[in-house]
């Protein structure tokens, strides 16, 4: 089981400084500057509740005077569109996808009450769970309650995905109008020792129709051991839901991780199903930042490879780096970066990698293939603006990026190779932030306006540099300065490495 213990990450610098990794495509680009317009004069309608009632869907683990984010970013906005835009936010560097995280914890009022504000903390959940972020997610929901529907279903599926399956089928046991699930209730009845009942709630659901074919089946194997043995193998879904992936572990038939969405990679993270699968699964969630950088490094380090090829190279190529470097020798440091600088690259893994070593890098005044390396590495960690006043002006591309990395209009964009140069500089040379979006932040829609340059970037990201600008400009005329450096920074230099490979 992996450790329980949540961790919630500390916002850089307030607003001003979020980060992390790439995500692949993005089917609502198109969102990112829709409803452009009013569609009447008309005020907007005012949703009334009773004094005293809990604000549910504002719940977060992240207060304001933590995020810098006002308690008011969601309540000019509709509350179906920022479902929309949330359920699409794919961010397409680390940085935005630090920022969103920020803003799915925040604690934050909802854009309306009611069911529509318990639906709105369902999309934030939603996104973390997706992320990986479970022990976030499941933490949100314990400060929420889950007394309504939408949240026990969410709080029940957290629970069984970490192995806590005792948690809702005791609360349901105690309230079982808190879920219709009648899949739930057969096994939890079942848990509880009631096997009859649960055959017969099976039966009922068989006759009536309430549950789909496979559903029945799979239930009908784990309560009738026999039967399972007779009947030939269930084939896997492709995207089981945490019930059913106790289920398949409950008749002997554990699922492997590797394939299944990123949620269920946390559970190979305590070691159990080996060294192998722990690495892996920290890798996975490492590159969503869903783990912390120092965490994957102790797992990288933990023993010596069992093989070779593949991530055993990986694992050797870091031991080695580290090793050199911890030594404190330039020329192995020379020798060992470019090794581990391609294994991390394949991996997705520049950006934690970035972190851990960037400083220590910047101290040791290497040269050639290896320099060039180490100052990528500085533009790609928290600490980019500082490190870029420790390197040498050696060449367009560092006077290029050490602009970016202090704010600042950069030099000509034609006289560097990097991807989406000109793009950039035009987001750093004083534009103004797009009228439509301007609109909407004056409507008090600052939450919606976030995700809509989240959109707007990863739209620029895929070739447009229209978008491109306009997101980097919007992200300043925010106030987010340390969000907007760190991504254009990782836009130009992650896509420079994928161009290589």
């Excluded at 620029?460 to 306009?470: F, I």
């Amino acid at each position: 089981m992996p450790n329980r213990t949540t961790r919630i990450r500390r916002p850089a610098r307030s607003l001003a400084g979020l980060c992390s990794l790439c995500l692949a495509a993005w089917p609502a680009a198109g969102l990112a500057q829709s409803d452009p317009v009013a569609g009447s004069a008309t005020p907007p309608s005012v949703t009334a509740a009773p004094l005293g009632q809990p604000n549910v869907g504002g719940a977060g683990l992240l207060t304001a005077r933590m995020t810098g984010l006002p308690g008011t970013m969601w309540l000019g906005s509709d509350p179906a569109r920022l479902r929309e835009l949330i359920a699409a936010a794919r961010p397409a560097v680390p940085a935005l996808r630090d920022l969103l995280h920020t803003l799915m914890l925040a604690e934050a009022d909802p854009p309306a009450q009611g069911e529509a504000g318990v639906a709105h903390l369902g999309a934030r959940l939603d996104w973390l769970i997706r992320l990986g972020a479970v022990e976030e997610a499941l933490a949100l929901t314990e400060i929420a309650g889950y007394d309504d529907p939408i949240l026990f279903a969410r709080w029940a599926d957290l629970n069984l995905l970490l192995g806590e399956t005792d948690k809702p089928c005791d609360a349901m046991r105690v309230r079982p109008s808190l879920s219709n699930d009648i899949a739930l209730r057969i096994y939890c009845t079942a848990r509880g020792g009631d096997w009859e009942r649960a055959a017969l709630l099976l039966g009922s659901a068989r006759t009536l129709g309430t549950l789909p074919p496979r559903d029945v089946d799979l239930l009908e194997r784990f309560l009738d051991g026999e039967l399972a043995q007779e009947r030939t193998g269930l084939i896997p879904p492709v995207r089981p839901t945490p019930l059913e992936f106790r289920l398949f572990e409950a008749m002997g038939e554990p699922l492997p991780t590797a394939p299944l969405p990123l949620a269920f990679s946390v559970l190979d993270l305590g070691g159990d199903n080996g060294w192998r699968a722990q690495i892996e699964a920290a890798e996975r969630l490492a590159r969503v930042g869903a783990l912390p950088a120092n965490r994957l490094l102790g797992l990288y380090t933990l023993r010596e490879p069992a093989a070779s090829g593949g991530i055993w190279d990986r694992i050797a190529a870091l031991q080695d780096f580290e090793d050199a470097l911890t030594r404190g020798a330039a020329n192995a440091v020379s020798v060992a970066l470019p090794k581990v600088w391609a294994q991390m690259a394949s991996a997705g893994l520049l950006v934690p990698f970035s972190d851990l070593f960037a400083e220590r890098l910047a101290t040791l005044g290497l040269s050639g293939r290896a320099g060039r390396m180490a100052q990528r590495s500085a533009f790609l960690s928290p600490q980019y603006e500082a490190l870029s006043a420790t390197l040498a002006d050696e060449g367009p591309e560092v006077r290029f990026l050490t602009a970016i990395a202090r704010g600042q209009l950069p030099p000509d964009a034609g006289t560097v190779t990097l991807p989406h140069a000109e793009a950039v500089a035009a987001g750093f040379s004083g534009a103004e932030m797009p009228q439509v979006l301007r609109e909407q932040l004056a409507q008090g829609r600052l939450g919606e306006v976030i995700l809509r340059a989240v959109a707007l970037f990863f739209s620029g990201a895929e070739g447009n540099s229209r978008d491109l600008t306009d997101a980097l400009v919007t992200l300043r005329s925010l106030g987010l300065e340390d969000v907007a450096r760190r991504a254009a920074l990782q836009v130009m230099l992650l896509d420079a490495e994928r161009a290589r490979r």
